[in-house]
């Protein structure tokens, strides 16, 4: 539910969609479960759009870290996208023993890197930005932040103790993020992208699973991520000429 005169930033997205893309491209996401949604939730919004969709396991591939997926959305006229999707869910880069089960993306969205204490570094997380800025030079590189936590159903709590998972103030692993992404930016390393999807869900705590007291992860179902790959798209857009020109 949103507040009464506050306005919902997932309507402010509208109008950017799969249309705007004329031309194959391949977009690889590499991080976390959160970021996995993210992928998932490009073929949701994909699929509400009655576009045609595919989407695999990469075979002989177990599930959790360095797991594949694979898909495609068809746009017609022989046009597609191809996703993929890496677990990677620390910031350190993975060998080429995986990265060469990949093709090379024209587009390369990492996040998702709450998972050891490596994960608050802000050199730790710049030094990664850096080697995956020269694995993928040919890539353009968008970076999203770390989806908010809420308390299932609702929104954040102001009683907790601030060791709580959810707790409002618990938003030391997306600041760090952010602040070396934006050291990176500074110094020009690697031309990488914002994407903010943090203040987009800010206040949508109802979208969240709740099962078991889930208050990271969100539902996987047409609308719930529409927001977040409308956002995407619209970042894919300004950063690339999407009309059959390199």
Known sequence: RIAEGKIDSLRAIGGVDYSYINRNLTI??????????????????????????????????KRGRGSIWNGRIGLGNGVFVHLQYLRW???????????????????????????????????????????????????????????????????????????????????TTTNVIVDALTLTLVRNQTGAQILDANKLYFDRGNAHIGHRGDCRHWCIAPGVLDGLARMTLAAISHKSDLNGNR
């Not at 939730?41 to 699929?47: D, L, R, S, T, V």
């Not at 970076?143 to 998972?165: C, E, I, M, W």
């Open 89 to 171: 869910d620390h910031p350190d880069i993975p060998g080429d023993d995986v990265y060469n089960k990949l093709q090379n993306p024209d587009f390369l969205i990492l996040g998702g890197w709450h998972h050891g204490p490596e994960s608050i570094d802000v050199n730790r997380i710049v030094l990664f930005l850096q080697q995956v800025h020269h694995r993928w030079s040919n890539s353009k590189i968008i970076v999203r932040n770390q989806l908010p936590d809420h308390f299932p159903g609702g929104a954040y709590s102001k009683n907790r103790s601030t060791s709580a998972p959810c707790e409002l103030k618990n938003g």
């Open 28 to 61: 690889l996401f590499q991080g976390d479960s959160l970021t996995e949604q993210h992928f998932l939730g490009m073929f949701c919004f994909a699929w509400s759009t009655n576009l045609t969709i595919q989407l695999q396991q990469a075979q002989g591939i």
